[in-house]
């Protein structure tokens, strides 16, 4: 069981990625997807996480309007488009499979989740 996530780097502010996490060993259609991020000296922050079925998402306060999550099953891979970054987004990123069945339900509460991703850098510098 394995979660991968790509897509990292280093850009400038302004700029936008695209954070994607490819899992293997388990199909994703009964797990909700979450994204979290750790700065250095700070605490794990939930950034956005979708449900199961698709039809609900979640964005901390600090993301929402720059960031969008989603998901493809048939390819097994979820998805982090950030835009409009800023230095303060900085951060390891990781992503995280929670399984709940088929749910409109999700949370970024990292307790919940089962699967994690090794991390990917995101570096937001001019």
């Known amino acids: 069981l394995q979660l991968v996530e790509s897509g990292g780097g280093l850009v400038q502010p302004g700029g936008s990625l695209r954070l994607s996490c490819a899992v293997s060993g388990f199909t994703l259609d009964y797990y909700a997807i979450g994204w979290f991020r750790q700065a250095p000296g700070k605490e794990r922050e939930g950034v956005s996480c979708?449900?199961?079925?698709?039809?609900?998402?979640y964005y901390s306060d600090s993301t929402k309007g720059r960031f969008t999550v989603s998901r493809d099953n048939a390819k097994n891979t979820m998805y982090l488009q950030m835009n409009s970054l800023k230095p303060e987004d900085t951060a390891v990123y990781y992503c995280?499979?929670?399984?709940?069945?088929?749910?409109?339900?999700?949370?970024?509460?990292?307790?919940?989740?089962?699967?994690w991703g090794q991390g990917t850098q995101v570096t937001v510098s001019s």
């Open positions: 979708i449900s199961s079925r698709g039809d609900s998402t």
């Open positions: 995280a499979a929670d399984f709940t069945g088929l749910s409109d339900r999700c949370t970024v509460v990292a307790g919940t989740y089962d699967y």
